[in-house]
């Protein structure tokens, strides 16, 4: 497995430079914006003297290349704060501290990740399930009713915001049926069965609104291999439909899948916004909207490196599958 | 009972009929070609004797019966049975023909079980059986290898080791062999041969090339617009033709052996190319597809350059033409260094649907060699571009016109005016006829003959087709893995070829005469030996 390992290492210093690049914009875009960040962490009634001394205290006064290169290097060696009175130590990889609440953004990213990590995983199996199969199903029947059925309810999955199906399914199923407590986040290492009942609703709601592209995007890339030469050498040789479907189609439909799949669990890490607001899922979709509104800057650059670290993992799984699935890439 | 028996069919998709009223039989054993250039139906018709056409909303009328089967009543059981079973269909370009997930041996043996209860490691063992007889090497470690891994040859004959797989009464086989160089067309047929001695099976074999069919089979049925034109023994039908399309066909065919202009070219160098090289990727990956190759080309004169697929014969005229920097080596046109692109130097692509912009009109595509001189008044445009349809055969109204509304020759023949708008003194034509049907690659040679006449042009003819090369060509140049293997006048390089490849090359190419085959069958199995 040389060139295995190769590809490991070529896309991890890609992966390197692809974050560094970010952390370059996103310290760009949120720093060098107009506003003045000194008066909003103080708060409106700070007087001049107090929105300086703040500045003062956060390096607001340094030039935006050397507080980028104090960033990096805390990022790679660690750093200490004064907050005051006290020295804080932050060791490697130190992403800074809040503005607002002087915690560490490591420590903040650490206690959100595992909430969105799991809302993410669980409702990645379901919407890969529901999407995969009405697609092919729909395809599979073609110009039929069920099909018509079918991608009527994917469409309305899609066209309908989550905070509709997510309010619907907690009132009917918690509400009206009784049948599950309204949804409270317990950890995975706590109790996992808790963990999993609580969650249900909010993958639920997740899964219903992914599942639509992967339905249409299986259900095209399922078409285009049925009307493939190979498959019509296989029924030609009499092979049964479901096999033809099943094993030959199916397999050479999945490509496409897999790259949307990446993209998908990537960006919901951080983006499940209104299914971690809705469900009241301390997540990093939720606490980065947060930090946006109030202009913790720390917060804002390391959480966005978090998710896009996630966004390229995803995508590296996903050249992997690739590789795995079909022979003949090589992975380079 | 006979083993084929077709009558009265008819097919239609939608208002279009693409056979009509066709009947034929095939007794058990026998051979059958049938015969036509793209659009005669004769695909339609082996897709029907398989029931393929069910639920595509294609109509089919009239009785088929194969082996035993009424195709048109029979239930989706019984011509999945029939299907793969007595009846074993091979298909045309066996790279997309098979699955490119799955290993090659796993293929054959998912459709033998379809057919034999037997278990998995039984089909395996027969799949690796079929492969040995169909003459892949070392079968058993190579039926594990994905079509990709296969070359185009081996790939074909694992398609027909996956017919052979349920020992069929018939095979029907579409094309087997035009994605395929002539050699390897030759070793294809040479085992379909071969097989169908063996074990005494019938076979139905379509194809555009009358050559093909006449190496391989008994009987012939020249089709034309889904109507049978004339059938008979193939002695017959090819030898003394009773229909005016049949012999339209054969005239048009280019044969090895047919009478040729002789040249009278002048002896004045327009292009030249000494040592040319090119190499395609780096350090371990390089790949060398044209190591030292010199060659000249005088003014009013063909150069032919023949080779298979992979011999460097494209990458050759490229650089040429200036579309490619050689990595080593001089081009010298007209007494000057050629290097870069030179509207004195151009070209004519093989595919004329790739070739020509979709969403442009074929005018506005003839006019770019001309805007790109400069000529920016609209009138003068379309007055020369109406001037240049016209040379090429077509109608100057036919400016305004898409790409998709013409024939594959008419496309060409674009390509050709657009080619000529550049006012070249030197064209490159690469596989200017091989993606045309036999007829239509006349007219097209035709013209490019004329417009040489005419204009005084030097044409470099690059084809894989070496009876088409030796007709229109004066000199000719054989490639092999990117060297020239011989040079020379037509006569000399044709009648008596001194390179035992060009020597292969020649008698890989199919004879129109069933006799010619036999001949040419035993001098490839003498090479073979030899």
Known sequence: M???????????????????????????????????????????????????????????????????????????????????????????????????????????????????????????????????????????????????????????????????????????????????PFPQYVALTDDPEQWAWNLLLPWLSLALIEAAAFARLTRASMLETLAEDHIRTFRAYGVGERSVVGRHALRGAFAPVIALNANNVGSAVGGAVLTETLFGLPGIGQELVHAVNVVDLPVVVGMVLVIGFFVVLANAVADVLYAVADRRVVLT | MSLVDVTGLRVDFGALRAVDGLSFRLEEGAALALVGESGSGKSTVASALLGLHRGTGARVEGSIEVAGTDVQRASEE???????????????????????????????????????????????????????????????????????????????RALIAMALSCEPRLLIADEPTTALDVTVQAQVLDLLHTL?????????????????????????????????????????VLGAPAQP????????????????KTSTAPEEVVLEAAGLRREFGRGKRAFTAVDDVSLTLRRGETLGIVGESGSGKTTLGRMLVGLLEPTAGTLTFEGRAHTGVNPAVQMVFQDPVSSLNPRRSVGESIADPLRARGERQEGRIRERVGELLERVGLEAAHYDRYPHEFSGGQRQRVGIARALAAGPRVIVCDEPVSALDVTTQAHVVGLLGELQRELGLALVFVAHDLAVVRQVSDRVAVMRRGRVVEEGPVEEVYESPRDPYTRQLLAAVPALDPEAAARRRAQRRELAAA
């Open chain 2, 196 to 236: 169908r001695e063996e074990t005494g099976m019938g076979l139905l074999l379509v194809t555009h090339d009358v050559g093909v069919a006449a190496e391989s089979v008994d009987e012939v049925l020249v089709m034309r617009h889904g109507k049978a034109v004339e059938h008979g023994p193939v002695a017959g």
């Open chain 2, 245 to 260: 399309y049949t012999r339209e066909l054969l005239a048009a065919v280019p044969r090895l052996d047919a009478p040729r």
């Open chain 1, 2 to 180: 040389n060139g295995f390992t190769g590809f490991v290492l070529r896309r991890a210093v890609g992966a390197a430079v692809t974050l560094l690049a970010i952390s370059v914009i996103v310290y760009i875009v949120f720093y060098a914006t107009p506003g003045n960040v000194a008066q909003i962490t103080c708060g409106p009634r700070c007087s001049p003297e107090q929105v300086h001394q703040v500045a003062r205290q956060l390096n607001l006064d340094d030039p935006l290349f050397v507080r980028y290169g104090h960033f990096l290097q805390g990022l790679v060696a660690g750093q200490d704060y004064s907050t005051g009175t006290s020295v804080q130590h932050c060791s490697a990889p130190c992403l800074g501290l809040s503005y607002q609440s002087d915690q560490q953004v490591t420590q903040l990213i650490w206690a959100k990740l595992p909430v969105s990590l799991s809302l993410v995983a669980g409702a990645m199996v379901l919407w890969l399930i529901l999407g995969v199969g009405t697609g092919v199903l729909s395809a599979w029947r073609r110009g039929r009713f069920s099909e018509r059925v079918l991608t009527g309810i994917t469409l309305a999955g899609t066209a309908t915001p989550v905070f509709v199906i997510g309010l619907v399914l907690m009132i009917v199923v918690c509400g009206e049926l009784r049948l599950l």
């Open chain 2, 78 to 156: 019984e011509l999945r049975r029939l299907r793969g079973g007595p009846a074993a269909m091979v298909f045309q370009d066996p790279l997309s023909s098979l699955d490119p997930y799955y290993a090659i041996g796993d293929q054959i043996a998912e459709v033998y079980r379809v057919h034999a209860r037997v278990s998995r490691r039984a089909a395996r063992t027969r799949a690796v059986e079929v492969l040995d007889r169909v003459g892949i090497p070392d079968a058993a470690r190579r039926s594990r290898s994905r079509p990709h891994e296969f070359s185009g040859g081996m790939r074909q």
